[in-house]
């Protein structure tokens, strides 16, 4: 926009405001550490306070025809850039020293994409039996950072177009944030994956923000009626973010309707004012206000930290609380001498080109990190080295086992899907989660030999069963088991060429206490895990039995007490010989409630079952000539599945 000034008009500082944000991310922290149940609902306060507040920007410079994208946006890099810099590159340096090659090579990806603030898109497309598990993702956090900086190149655009429709715009707005919220609802039925991770479905929480800055800005009536019950609101505001924080547990679907309660406790408090006693007494508390100063770099700092310690540490509890610990200094450090001295003072113009530029240099290594495959190399080329490479050679996957999109495409799974010819209809299908996955390549190979063609079709954590929804603790997103599993069967037992099922399912991955189900065929939620497998397993094979099919399930192979990888080579620069002997690791016992189960479904079906127990032995995890067989702590190698190649024998 022509003739604005240089600098945009702000709007007057509220405390109580950093002292919801020092709520937000304690809250967010107390989850990550101390596992406060509702704890991840800060981000939800923390889309609220954006939204408030970068539309109050824009409407009074709207406003005041004042309004500048150049300045806008030069002002958004130097809030964002410069810790997000640190943290970064810190990252990278951190993890070559730590990180194993895959997991160095996903940190790149992660950092590339953190640049480009597309983090929440690449985690929202990542699943399968390579996905490294959430504690070992370093920047898993930017997802929110991802969400907000969508929509602040989206709405300043929106809003500025629709300016002239003064006397409609907060009914758009109001429109737009109820659209949003629509296919959040919708979408954390259909797939609570998009659900979390879309901004099309998180929008909605900015969009409250915005809307409310609207309102004070422009409806004075209604801004001086609610000032009137100032208290009131406020008082309800922070029950409402308190009752998020404590009370919210894993049988709540999130984000969904229950994101509405920090959503709407946050705008309660904002828009009661800064004299409501809440915010002057609580909000306004120096020690809370300080947090809140320091609560965007402390949110960065805080993860990366934490995922490095549980890595060499094994989720030592004191590690955990010195790190968190170390990044409210770090939080301090950067917002006392690196984020003030980059948006305050001269050479702004100058200081917002070297942070693009930066930003950029960063974003390219990050991608060559992940180009180069984690770099390998780092590792020593003495023994330790070679034990190394033959590890990683181990655990590659040819080219041939790497078809899954096109499989995808042909027949339309959302997850695991491999099979052995695409050119060919199967003639067996192995279904189940990532332990179904590593059986996926053997058995693959003896259906090739008797002139058969097996297909995978599954999902990562979802068991094997019919109609049943297995529902995650908050804030990891649920699996949506009940459409995957639905929509696998409703082909298999359709299409006729498959003569053959395969069962598989990793044994412990039912009863955790993490999880728990819901029988969707007959609307009931489940609290006896155990039971239910037994009753959830018999069902559905007797279903696939009754269609012709014949069942055999693969009888599920022992966890190790440690992750091989920790075993089968150091991390670049920290010994673990303590940690693990390569000859001296032990297998998991655990069978019990397994084979019990096992016994049940024998009685009541004509299921046949692989017993994979007489060769575990004296081959896995490692075998007499050092060969690993296993990639992690519970799943096969591509070795050792192929070890299975010429052992299947089914009557």
């Not at 640190?86 to 730590?98: K, Y």
């Not at 082909?491 to 969707?520: C, W």
Request: net charge neutral; proline share 4%.
């Amino acid at each position: 926009m022509t003739g604005a000034p240089k600098n945009l008009i702000h709007p007057k500082y509220r405390p109580d405001i950093d002292g919801l944000r020092a709520i937000a991310v304690l809250a967010v922290i107390g989850f990550h550490v101390f596992g406060v149940m509702g704890g991840f609902t800060g981000v939800d306060i923390f889309f609220v306070i954006s939204g408030f507040l970068i539309s109050t920007i824009i409407f009074e410079n709207l406003e005041h025809n004042s309004f500048s994208f150049n300045q806008f946006y030069q002002r958004r890099i130097r809030r964002i850039f410069p810790s997000l810099l640190l943290v970064l590159v810190a990252c990278i340096f951190f993890g070559w020293a730590v990180h194993f090659a895959d997991e160095y090579e996903l940190l790149g990806k992660h950092v590339s994409a953190g640049t480009g603030f597309i983090s929440n898109l690449v985690l929202w497309s990542e699943s399968g039996y390579f996905d490294v598990a959430a504690e070992k993702k370093p920047l898993l956090h930017l997802w929110s950072l991802g969400i907000e900086e969508q929509f602040y190149i989206f709405w300043p655009i929106f809003a500025w177009l629709l300016w002239k429709f003064r006397t409609h715009f907060l009914w758009l707005a109001i429109v737009l944030a109820c659209i949003s919220f629509g296919l959040n609802i919708w979408q954390v039925r259909v797939d609570t994956v998009a659900a979390f991770y879309s901004p099309l479905t998180r929008f909605w929480e900015l969009m409250v923000g915005a809307c409310l800055a609207y309102v004070m800005l422009f409806q004075n009536t209604l801004v001086d009626r609610a000032r009137e019950k100032a208290n009131l609101l406020s008082g309800l505001g922070f029950l409402f973010i308190i009752a998020s924080i404590s009370l919210l547990t894993k049988e709540f679907t999130f984000p969904g309707w229950w994101a509405g309660l920090p959503v709407l406790g946050a705008a309660l408090i904002i828009v009661s004012g800064p004299q409501s006693w809440v915010s002057q007494h609580i909000l306004s508390n120096r020690v809370l206000v300080w947090f809140g100063l320091i609560s965007f770099p402390l949110y960065l700092w805080h993860w990366p930290l934490l995922t490095f310690v549980r890595i060499l540490t094994d989720n030592s509890k004191a590690m955990m609380i010195g790190s968190i610990l170390l990044s409210i200094v770090l939080a301090w450090l950067s917002y006392q001498y690196v984020e003030k001295p980059i948006r305050y003072g001269k050479y702004q113009a100058a200081k917002t080109l070297a942070l693009l530029v930066a930003m950029v240099v960063v974003g390219i290594s990050g991608f060559a990190i992940y180009q180069a495959g984690g770099l390998p190399a780092r590792i020593d080329d003495g023994q330790q080295g070679q034990l190394s490479a033959k590890f990683r050679s181990q655990l590659a996957w040819p080219e041939s086992y790497n078809r899954t999109e096109a499989c995808r495409e042909k027949y339309g799974a959302d997850q695991y899907c491999l099979i052995g010819d695409i050119n060919k209809p199967p003639t067996a299908a192995l279904i189940g989660d990532s332990h179904a996955n590593h059986f996926y390549p053997g058995l693959s190979e003896y259906f090739k030999r008797v002139n058969g063609n097996l297909i995978l079709l599954g999902s990562g954590g979802c068991p094997p069963f019919f109609a049943v929804e297995r529902i995650a603790k908050p804030p990891a997103v649920n699996l949506d088991c009940y459409k995957r599993t639905v929509r696998l069967y409703d082909f298999v037992l359709h299409d006729k060429s498959i003569k053959t099922v395969f069962i598989a399912f990793h044994r412990n991955l039912t009863f955790k206490d993490d999880y728990f189900f819901e029988d969707k065929l007959n609307q009931l939620k489940i609290e006896n895990n155990y039971q239910f497998t037994e009753d959830a397993l018999t069902r559905t094979i007797q279903m696939l039995e009754k269609n012709g099919k014949k069942v055999v399930i693969i009888y599920d192979t022992p966890d190790l007490l440690v992750d091989l990888k920790e075993c089968g080579f150091e991390r670049p620069l920290f010994s673990n010989k303590e940690k693990c002997n390569l000859s001296q690791i032990s297998m998991v016992n655990d069978f019990a409630e397994y084979d019990k189960i096992l016994a049940t479904v024998q009685k009541n079906t004509h299921v046949q079952i692989f017993d994979t127990r007489p060769y575990i032995a004296d081959n896995f995890p490692i075998d007499k000539a050092g060969n690993f067989n296993y990639r992690d702590s519970t799943h096969l190698s591509y070795r050792g599945s192929l070890f299975f190649t010429d052992k299947y024998h089914f009557d």
